[in-house]
């Protein structure tokens, strides 16, 4: 007797021990993921623990609405369970974090369908779908957003200069204010700082709004023209600034204030928009009624909370246990010493390939830093009859921290050049095996350029970048190596000359260059 009645006393407190010991495999998650280190230390990022808190705050203060009301599909959420545990090794082993992040919001989502199945995760929907945007954008869309968002915000800052009366003139995302004074938009102005949490902002107001499902998803998409604008103005400032007070403007203190400053009046604008729509519900109430959150007592809540419910603890244990089993794995396996095939430095890379010489040069401090690269290779080759071509190659040891090369296709608009077409060619080595890469022809003002990049991963050759990323995965477990470049040739067409003529030189430069890379960027 004493034995059953100490067996169901366990029982009893078992919720007691689960959830403290699902919730620290869930933390332990977020720190050897790197999730945490980004929510904590990253400026577009550093809002992801209060909207977390903020969430489970709201998701409490109604759970009489929430809970579950039905017996969870155990199924489910164990196959679920599974999927994110090989998604946290693949994504810390194969040097691609942001699958390790979903795999955490997969663990989440596993003992939500454990708990109270479908009904219980439609409940849940949208506080489960605000989550991941709490995630860094994957490459190569990270880079080309915030490229864009560069080029977005430089065009309407030019606008709102001249709107009061300033002199400016825009190269890509370069200020000329005149008189020597520059000031580049760079990536870190290129809004998403404001973005992501506003966004977030504008996902929790959506969610608390007693409204319709459209006025909801009004406020959430509105998060991204305010961004836009109030970045633009902000850039526009801080230029009419400059021009009257020096740059002490675009750095330290100043440009910290106002960047709070704009988010600040951003999350205003945010709410007059939320104001303006309330003007269209029956009774016109106030901002305080539809964005309250008080507690569900209609009669689904309380009839929830009247039927009986079966903890799952079996299939919470499972997944607790996953939790630790994906850690243990991940650390193992990203433990591992890395392979570092022998090569020749890039340094010692050849200036004279045939009847091509080549004039090294370095590339600007701020690039080198954005680059990221281990060590690049930077050129100019010309030859006797004045054809000239430039290489870049630009090896990276090891992308298994996030250091990756960055596509041309991000770069080359923030010089002030105009993407018109972008296809394929067909590089055909001297010995070897033809290939084809990315072609962009590129325009600023009266010149034109035509370029040809791809990315090398050992003895492959990629042109998509997400490609070469998840092949990252299969290198990094088979082969113990994460090493990588982006190789990228470019030729100026001259005057009068035809695109077919400038593309044949092209080729014939890649044809004798190519073969020298294997040394330099290994096989």
């Known amino acids: 007797m004493n034995q059953r009645l100490d067996w169901h006393d366990w029982l009893r407190s078992e919720k007691d021990i689960l959830w403290p010991a699902f919730g620290l495999g869930l933390a332990a998650l977020m720190y050897q993921s790197g999730l945490l280190t980004i929510w904590t230390q990253s400026e577009e990022y550093g809002h992801g623990i209060m909207v977390v808190g903020v969430l489970a705050y709201l998701v409490l203060r109604r759970w009489a609405s929430y809970r579950p009301t039905s017996p969870g599909n155990p199924g489910v959420a164990i196959a679920l369970a599974c999927v994110a545990s090989v998604a946290v090794v693949l994504g810390q082993t194969g040097g691609i974090p942001l699958i390790a992040y979903y795999g955490f919001w997969l663990f989440g989502l596993a003992a939500v369908m454990a708990m109270g199945g479908f009904g219980f995760f439609r409940r849940l929907l949208a506080p489960l779908l605000i989550v991941p945007l709490l995630f860094p954008l994957p490459n190569p869309l990270g880079p080309m957003v915030t490229a ?21 003139f825009l190269e890509g995302n370069v200020l000329d204010m005149g008189a020597g004074t520059k ?11 404001y973005l992501f949490p506003l966004m977030s902002l504008g996902a929790i107001a959506g969610l608390m709004m007693r409204a319709p499902l459209w006025m909801c998803w009004t406020v959430f998409l509105v998060t991204v023209p305010i961004t836009i604008f109030m970045n633009s ?31 600040i009046v951003a999350a205003g604008l945010l709410l007059g928009v939320i104001w303006l729509l309330t003007r269209f519900l029956p009774g016109r109430p106030s ?26 603890s079996k299939p919470m244990w499972s997944i607790t246990v996953l939790t630790f089993v994906a850690i ?56 006797a009859s004045g054809e000239m071509v430039n290489a870049y190659i630009s090896f990276y040891e090891n992308q298994r921290h996030g250091q990756i090369p960055h596509s041309p296709k991000v770069c080359i608009p923030g010089g002030g050049w105009v993407i018109e077409t972008q296809d394929t060619a067909t590089v055909q080595a001297q010995a070897g095996s033809p290939f084809v890469v990315n072609r962009l022809v590129t325009a600023l003002g009266p010149r034109k350029v035509i370029s040809y990049y791809w990315l090398k991963q050992g003895p492959r050759v990629y042109r998509q970048e997400l490609l070469a990323r998840l092949d990252l995965v299969r290198i990094s477990l088979l082969e113990d190596r994460t090493d990588g470049a982006l190789v990228r040739l470019v030729t100026e067409l001259r005057t009068g000359e035809s695109m077919d003529a400038a593309d044949a030189r092209l080729k014939r ?10 040394a330099y960027v290994p096989d």
Not at 234 to 262: K, P
Not at 359 to 369: A, F, G, H, K, N
């Open 148 to 168: 864009e968002l560069q080029l977005i915000s430089s065009k309407f800052g030019v606008w709102f200069i001249r709107l009061f009366g300033g002199s400016v």
């Open 183 to 193: 000031l580049l938009v760079a990536e870190a102005c290129a809004g998403l700082r």
């Open 233 to 263: 103005f902000r850039i526009a400032v801080t230029g009419m600034l400059v021009t009257g007070g020096g740059a002490a403007h675009t750095e330290g203190f100043l440009h910290f204030f106002e960047g709070w400053v704009v988010f």
């Open 287 to 312: 901002l305080i009624d539809v964005l309250s959150w008080q507690t569900d007592t209609s009669a689904r809540a309380t009839g929830a909370a009247a039927e009986p419910y079966r903890f799952p």
């Open 328 to 383: 243990a794995a991940s650390i193992g396996l990203a433990g591992r010493g890395e392979r570092v095939p022998e090569r020749k430095s890039l340094n010692d890379f050849p200036v004279v390939i045939g009847d091509w010489t080549a004039r090294v040069d370095r590339l600007p401090s701020l690039v080198e830093e954005v680059a990221g690269a281990s060590e690049y290779f930077y050129g100019d080759f010309s030859t």
């Open 509 to 518: 430069f890649a044809a004798e260059f190519v073969g020298l890379i294997p």
